[in-house]
C-alpha cells in the first residue's frame, strides 16, 4: 500500500521537472528507494532484536581462568566396630584330631564415643578382650586382639557337609553413640580333622632309563592346617622327601618297582608338626 503511494506521489510530480528532481534527491539522501520505503509499514509493535545473549558451544562457555567448583559434603561417620580378620589360627589338636580351630582378630570403633564403649562377642569363644574389651574416646582407634575359637562340628564327616558360624560383636555403653552396634564374621566351621589323606597319588617315571620318578597328589579335603607333604620310598637307599606342594620328583632310583607313599603333615596348636591319622595314599611304578 506505501508503495503505491509512492508511485504515485512520483507520477503526480513527474510533469515538473524541478519539483521531481528535488525529491528524488531528498527521497534518495533518507536512503527509501523502490522497495525500501515500505519498510516503514512495519508493526509499531515491532522490537529491536536482542543480540547481547547468545549461546556458545559447551566448549566454549567457560571463560579462560575462571573454574566452576561443586562441593559435596562428606557423608557424617558412622558409629561401627571395625574387624580386621589377622590371621587364620591352627588346629587346636595334639595329634589327629582337630576340637576347634583358632582366628585372630583385630577390632576397634570407627569413630570416637562419647562415653566409654564395651565390645562382646556371641556365637563362639572369644578370648583375648577379656577385661581389656572397653574403648574410650582417646582409645577408640587403637587395635584390641579378640581370638575366635571355632569349635568343630562332630557332626559333619566332610567339608560338604559343614555349615557357617557365625560370630556376632556387639558395642554397648550408656550415652557413648554405640548402642546397640554390631558386626559379624562368617567362618566356615566343622571339618577340620586331621584324617583327612592325599587323594589321587600316582607315580610315574619320568621318562624310560632314566632312573627317575615323579609324584603327584591333590591336597586333602579338610579345614585343618596343612603344614605339608613327606613322601618316601618302600626301598632302602632312597630318601625320603618334605614339601609343601603336591609333586616331587626322586632320581638316581634302582631299577626295580618302587611303592611310594604321600602322608600327609598337619600343624597343631602348639605349632607342632604332627603326621595326619588318616591312612597315607600309595601308587608303585617300574623303574627301568
Do not use: C
Request: aromatic share 6%; charged share 15%.
Amino acid at each position: 500500500m506505501k508503495n503505491t503511494k509512492h508511485n504515485e506521489f512520483l507520477d503526480q510530480n513527474s510533469s515538473n521537472p524541478e519539483i521531481s528532481s528535488s525529491k528524488r534527491k531528498i527521497l534518495t539522501s533518507l536512503g527509501v528507494s523502490s522497495g525500501i520505503l515500505g519498510a516503514s509499514a512495519l508493526s509499531q509493535h515491532w522490537v529491536k532484536p536482542v543480540v547481547n545473549s547468545v549461546i556458545l558451544p559447551a566448549h566454549a562457555q567457560t571463560t579462560p581462568g575462571e573454574t566452576t567448583t561443586t562441593t559435596t559434603a562428606a557423608p557424617a561417620p558412622m558409629p561401627m566396630i571395625v574387624l580386621s580378620p589377622m590371621a587364620l589360627g591352627v588346629i587346636n589338636a595334639s595329634g589327629e584330631d582337630a576340637t576347634s580351630r583358632t582366628h585372630l582378630v583385630a577390632v576397634r570403633l570407627s569413630m570416637a564415643p562419647t562415653g566409654p564403649v564395651t565390645v562382646s562377642a556371641s556365637g563362639a569363644t572369644v578370648t583375648g578382650l577379656g577385661s581389656d574389651n572397653s574403648f574410650t574416646t582417646t582409645s577408640w582407634n587403637q587395635d584390641k586382639v579378640a581370638t575366635v575359637v571355632i569349635p568343630r562340628d562332630t557332626t559333619v564327616a566332610s567339608m560338604a557337609a559343614e555349615e557357617e558360624a557365625k560370630v556376632t560383636f556387639t558395642a554397648s555403653g550408656t550415652n557413648s553413640g554405640y548402642t546397640d552396634v554390631k558386626a559379624e564374621l562368617t567362618y566356615t566351621a566343622g571339618y577340620f580333622s586331621t584324617d583327612a589323606v592325599a587323594g589321587d597319588v600316582e607315580a610315574e617315571e619320568v621318562s624310560f632309563g632314566s632312573r627317575s620318578a615323579t609324584v603327584t597328589w591333590t591336597a586333602p579335603k579338610t579345614r585343618a592346617t596343612v603344614a605339608g607333604y613327606r613322601v618316601s620310598s618302600d626301598q632302602s637307599g632312597v630318601t625320603s622327601q618334605t614339601v609343601t606342594g603336591t609333586s616331587v620328583t626322586f632320581t638316581e632310583l634302582s631299577q626295580i618297582t618302587h611303592t611310594f607313599t604321600v602322608q600327609v603333615l598337619y600343624r597343631n596348636a602348639a605349632g607342632t608338626v604332627v603326621d595326619g591319622g588318616g591312612t597315607a595314599g600309595t601308587d608303585s611304578v617300574v623303574i627301568n
